[in-house]
């Protein structure tokens, strides 16, 4: 079976379930950004950088076999984290599913409320630049 945004969106939502408070949701989404790989530096470039974000986030996109593929990194451990929450949900998935995901796990895990204005900005900006790579890549093939 195909693993579909809203499988990994429910994973998310499961795993987050398990924790009591903030204090430790924190520590898993900083956990998480740990366990992203390693960027190549060659693709920490102005064109990767996301705007709109005020530590330093950079996404970078490859196209293969119909499916998109996202490396990323930021310099902020929480900031880290949460592109790597979307890199889990978002990488390798068709383009198309990309422009139509809704990202509810991000409501549902109670997320919104628990960033401070600057990051919920930032996490706008980054899906908003993931999505536009989809569209990118949509109509370049």
Request: hydrophobic fraction near 35%; include cysteine; charge should be negative.
């Amino acid at each position: 079976m195909e693993n579909s945004i809203e499988k990994t969106e429910a994973e998310i939502i499961e795993d987050f379930s398990f924790f009591d408070n903030w204090e430790d949701k924190y520590e898993y989404i900083i956990d998480f950004g740990k366990s992203l790989k390693p960027m190549n530096p060659v693709y920490k470039t102005d064109e990767n950088k996301v705007a709109g974000c005020v530590s330093q986030v950079w996404l970078h996109t490859e196209y293969k076999d119909g499916k998109l593929y996202f490396d990323a990194d930021s310099d902020a451990i929480i900031t880290k984290g949460l592109v790597g929450l979307l890199v889990k949900v978002l990488s390798d998935k068709k383009p198309e599913d990309i422009i139509n995901a809704k990202l509810e796990f991000i409501d549902k895990i109670g997320m919104k409320e628990h960033l401070s204005p600057t990051r919920s900005n930032g996490l706008v900006s980054m899906i908003k630049f993931m999505k536009r790579s989809a569209a990118q890549c949509i109509n370049s093939n």
